[in-house]
């Protein structure tokens, strides 16, 4: 399988698994962006349930820019309260101390561009995991791909997860639709066969 993905923060424990399976994984680097996506957002659980967190830009009509031109604001302090929340939020979890240095180390960068910035996020991602995805570029903007290509541009598909220890789960239940980091936090070096499991639980005859 192949894949198209947008660019994106943090992916999602199933976005992950999809690119785990894959045997080529294609960034679009020539799509305009779109707001309210895994281009600059991702989810963790707080006591409250799923919170979305997102990567603020510079002002502009992003809509009609290429991704690749996007940058990022730091006109406020958004790291810092990210890291905060992510503090608070995971603080508990089995392997909070053991992640968290090298993870806000790559979170507080001051990298202009959405997509650079994303990249390093991943990179410490895949060193975390001990994964091997080699994300390529794309070379020009295609509307459609053959039937070998999932697109993941619009929607990526969520299905039923297996259990695993989260920090709220006494108040909440467990909660699927969070990002990567909620597995890496709680699972650690259990996180790559975890997502191997769910990567062989992917229905292949899934619509998008």
């Known amino acids: 399988m192949k894949i198209i993905t947008p660019t994106f923060a943090i992916p999602g424990i199933h976005h992950m698994a999809l690119m785990l399976k894959s045997d080529e994984v294609y960034v ?28 603020p830009l510079k002002k ?7 991704i690749s031109e996007v940058e990022i604001s730091y006109d ?6 990210v890291i ?3 503090r608070t939020a995971y603080g508990k979890s089995a392997y909070f101390e053991f992640y968290y240095p090298g993870f806000e180390k790559v979170w507080n960068q001051k990298a202009d561009l959405l997509i650079e910035f994303n990249a390093s996020i991943f990179a410490w991602l895949q060193k975390s995991l001990k994964t091997k995805i080699n994300l390529q570029s794309t070379l020009s903007f295609e509307l459609n791909y053959d039937l070998e290509y999932l697109d993941l541009r619009g929607k990526i598909p969520q299905w039923q997860q297996d259990y695993f220890p989260q920090v709220f789960e006494d108040r909440l239940g467990f ?17 790559s066969p975890y997502l191997r499991k769910i ?5 292949e005859n899934t619509q998008i």
């Open 76 to 81: 406020s302090d958004w790291q810092y309260q």
């Open 28 to 55: 679009e680097h020539h799509e305009h962006y779109q707001k309210r996506s895994c281009r600059n957002r991702f989810s963790i659980i707080d006591h409250q349930g799923l919170k979305s967190i997102s990567i």
């Open 84 to 86: 905060k929340t992510i």
């Open 175 to 191: 909660v699927q639709g969070a990002s990567i980091l909620d597995l890496v936090f709680c699972l650690g070096p259990e996180a």
């Open 60 to 66: 502009g009509k992003h809509e009609q820019m290429p």
């Open 199 to 203: 990567a062989e639980s992917f229905p």
